[in-house]
């Protein structure tokens, strides 16, 4: 959820409960009003009755009489009262109301039943000093409440509506105030995504002028210690492989040249040994002897293997991963390695070629020390529209749950290398079980030295 949704949410919520509150203080009050207001128009209209009536004409009834009273015809528009006149025995003459009052909404039950529980007000009517009959003032609660309700409906509605405007008005003005962070977030994502030349434009005026200034300038200590760093580096990394290359061809020149001269001397002693019976307190030594020479010379093989990727500058990457391949499959577990190669590795450069093939190395070599897996994946490919070359090794072991190593040389070997070209490499356990290592480099960067 944004900040921007959250905010808006919070104050709708608020809102909404200041809505409710209000609207049950409203009802609340309400109740105490309608009986102020109902109580004075009964007491208004108790005053303004006429109590006494001129005497009836000769031959007319006191029923007629009371039945001639026009007051009462004037008051049917008169809100929340009913004006009634009763004979003495109790019969209706006259009302103000001709229907019954419409029953209240639902809601407000729980108000009817108070108001509509308010006694009426009676007044006699005389002819001189007789009592002939008397009004009775019934208070409408119904109409009471409709009116109530109709006015809480009206005031919630508008009370809705400038709260919606209101949580509009939020959400348009933290969407403003936010806006400089979407630049912000967007020139860190660039510099997160190793485009370390990315700029912040002016993100607004006022307290907002400065952070322009302040990024950049971050951002450009950044580039440069980056920078710096990939330099060294790579400066190591060159002098790493000038000494595998020192080392290779030492024991090449130097060290197999003896070892290959011993081999078959040693193999012709212990033959002799055998055959000789008075040799025959030497033969275990000579045999020994024979066996690791043998040893020692695979030893070095291998280490020259290891040590200089072979015929990668003559034959390319492509030739070195397969032979590197080719190697882990003959190892004791027997690992099958597939490689999904990009068609155009011809346009890396030899430093790429050499870190890409070391990362691989490694991979493959951490696949035999700690993975008990059947098959390795090796994904190499060119994005030029993104200037970058990926590569994504995985493995089919069973699930572990994440360790960091106790030493960790070969993962930080393999992300220093990439980092000296200005890339990374990142290595985790999968979900589905086994290992996924993920590297990228750029095609072309400015850490690079030509």
Known sequence: MSLRFRLTLIIASLMTLLVIADSGRRLYDAHDDAVTEIDSVARLAHALLPSVLTPAPPGMSTESLLAHIEL????????????????????TILSSRDAPPIEAPAALNWMGERLRNLPPLRKDIRVGERVVGYYLLVPNADDELREIWDDYIKQTSMVLAIGLIACFMVYWAVGRALQPLGSVMRALSAIGEGRLDARLDNVGPGDLAPLSDSFNSMAATLEAAVTERARLLRKLITHEE??????????????????????????????????????????EAARWMSEQVGHLLRLVRNLLEHLRPPDIEELGLRHALAELGTQRSRGADKVEVVFHLDEDLGQLSAMHDITLYRIVQECL????????CTRVDVHLSIDPRLGRVSLRVTDDGEPTPYVAPESGFGLVGMRERALALGGDCQAGPRSRGGWEVTAW??????????
Do not use: F, W
């Open 72 to 91: 009462t015809q004037e008051l049917r528009t008169l809100r929340h009262l009913t004006v009634e006149v009763h004979a003495l025995d109790g019969r």
């Open 242 to 283: 000038e000494i595998r290359q020192s080392l290779a061809r030492d024991l090449h020149d130097e060290l197999s040249p003896y070892l290959v001269a011993i081999h078959p001397h040693a193999r012709l002693l212990a033959d002799a040994c055998e055959g000789r019976p008075e040799l025959a307190e030497h033969r």
């Open 441 to 450: 480099l750029p095609l072309k960067t400015s850490v690079q030295e030509h």
């Open 365 to 372: 070599t951490n696949t035999a020390k700690h993975a008990r």
